[in-house]
């Protein structure tokens, strides 16, 4: 580079280090924690000021961002620190970088969303107003150790029993009796505040204490948010291969789901928009679609976005396992990026602590807490009032973030050891049948495509009786045109050492 490039490169970075700054007036006070909506911390305050800037409009699409050399030297950090905020905006689609051509805004965001200031989430532990059919788990396995490739549970040996007891013991004393009576049909306030900073710190969603509800797991949640939002015989988009328990929900108010295929980039507005443009609604997994992987892209949840404040309709959000990601950080929430208030977010605690812990939560917009309480209300008494106040404890001290994280780095090793395992003894042996592996960037489980003809479901009912555990692909679809055979596997629960012996037992079943 010459000295001319090189002083250019410097003006460059300079320029963005002078707006960065703006948004993050602390910086760079190491000593203050920067105003980030993911975390504390400078890796994770230059990421979110990156995105906030291009959200804004002040970093334009096809923008060219300074070198990370540069940037670095001009903020006065690590290189390190640039090239991984870098690397996570590539990942959730915010920046391309390309050999020869540097990092660039993405030219794909649409013109009217990058006018939309995106709001900071504001945390409150002020107490919140006093606001005056669940399906089960289909096929949960019970005891421990689970069924081989048992699908929705994670490794429980690995769960930090004793730190539990004792936030347990601490949630009864510090409850009391309130702890055993019938409370606010939100959920117990001190749960509530622990699951919107836990939201704003790792999923960038929009959350303060007021705004979360708990439910009895994530079906129940999603539950609620179709009958305060959907009406009967509405049309709704759902992702087709997708969660079965969303049609159930649908069907238990009489709406209509409308089956939109997915392609290499998940769910497909185009193809939505073509099926059926009356459609207010959707229901999405769009940090890790349910079975089979992808991840939205940004340019699609914007849309999506944009459309829903449009119409006036709304999307939930199941962000069911997002927490679990094995390539970069978890990607941040749809919820986080809408400013227009249209998303409803359901999570649960079930797939990140364990399926006995039968605690979800929604995040509903501002102006409509009170109705959606009452509506959680009439579900029946609040849940789990005496497990409440001890997984509040539990998340405070800092042990759920340190569990996901151990848990993380397990499944990253388990998940590798599965996959390695089945294109060696399934895939390989068998080359043009058009078996394939779909497995994602994250997630509990994976799908094993089979060969077209194959059933599935007879596979699936002959590995219970060989003591195995996998989900037949093909009942997930909604349309028969599109239907195709193939397994979801849970590898969450398999040690790497049985993984091998594992897959050769399912090999032989396939045949």
């Known amino acids: 580079m010459d000295q001319s490039s090189k002083t250019h490169e410097a003006d460059l ?17 190491r000593s203050s924690s920067l105003r980030d909506p993911l975390a504390a911390g400078v890796g994770q305050g230059l990421y979110g000021a990156l995105r906030d800037a291009i959200l ?24 390190g620190t640039v090239v991984g905020a870098y690397e996570q905006l590539v990942a959730e689609g915010y920046l391309t970088a390309r050999i020869g051509d540097g990092t660039r805004v993405s030219a794909d965001l649409p013109d009217s969303q990058l006018a939309l200031s995106p709001p900071r989430s504001a945390m409150s532990s002020a107490p919140p107003a006093p606001a005056s059919a669940v399906a089960p788990a289909a096929g949960m396995p019970a005891g421990w150790p689970p069924p081989v490739f048992a699908e929705g549970i994670g490794a429980l040996d690995q769960f930090p029993l004793a730190a539990w007891n004792r936030a347990l013991v601490h949630g009864m004393k510090a409850g009391g009796t309130d702890a055993l009576a019938v409370a606010d049909p939100a959920g117990a306030l001190v749960l ?10 790792t999923r960038a969603v929009i959350a303060t204490p007021a705004r979360v509800l708990i439910t009895a797991g994530a079906q129940q949640a999603l539950d609620l948010a179709c009958r305060m939002v959907i009406g009967r015989d509405e049309p709704v988009w759902v992702e087709d291969p997708g969660y079965r328990g969303i049609r159930t929900a649908l069907g238990l108010i009489g709406a209509r789901p409308v089956p939109v295929p997915l392609d290499a980039d998940g769910f ?15 229901i999405l997994t769009p940090s890790h679609q349910y079975p089979l992987g992808m991840t939205l892209p940004l340019a699609r949840r914007l849309r999506l976005i944009d459309r829903a404040a449009a119409q006036g309709g709304w999307i939930i959000e199941d962000d069911y396992d997002s927490e679990f990601r094995y390539a970069g950080r978890p990607i941040p929430s749809l919820q986080g990026l809408d400013g227009h208030g249209r998303t409803i977010y359901i999570g649960s605690f079930s797939k990140v602590l364990a399926p006995g812990i039968r605690l979800g939560y929604l995040v509903v917009p501002e102006g409509h807490v009170a109705r959606f309480a009452e509506g959680l209300r009439a579900l029946g008494p609040p849940s789990a009032l005496v ?3 001890a997984l509040a404890r539990f998340m405070t001290d800092g042990h759920l973030g340190r569990h996901v994280r151990r848990m993380r780095a397990l499944y990253t090793r388990r998940r590798a050891a599965v996959i390695e395992a089945i294109e060696r003894r ?41 003591g195995m555990r996998g989900s037949a692909l093909a009942p997930h679809f909604l349309s028969d045109a599109r239907r195709r055979p193939g397994l979801i596997l849970g590898f969450a629960a398999l040690p790497e050492r049985a993984a091998d012996a594992a897959v050769a037992r399912l090999a032989r079943l396939i045949g």
């Open 426 to 466: 399934v895939i390989a042996p068998q080359p043009g049948r058009g078996m394939a592996i779909s497995a994602g960037a994250g997630g509990m489980s994976l799908v094993l495509h089979l060969p077209a003809g194959t059933d599935d479901v007879a596979l699936a009912a002959a590995m219970a009786r060989a």
């Open 192 to 201: 509530r505040q622990a699951v919107a900073a836990h939201l704003v710190a």
């Open 387 to 389: 497990l409440q106040p």
């Open 56 to 79: 804004a409009g002040r970093l334009a699409p096809g923008a060219r961002l300074p070198a990370s050399r540069s940037l670095a030297a001009a903020l006065g950090v690590a290189r």
């Open 268 to 282: 497909d507005p185009d193809a939505a928009e073509a099926m059926a443009p009356a459609a207010r609604s959707c």
């Open 13 to 29: 970075a300079a320029d963005l280090a002078a707006d960065l700054a703006a948004l993050l007036p602390h910086w760079p006070d």
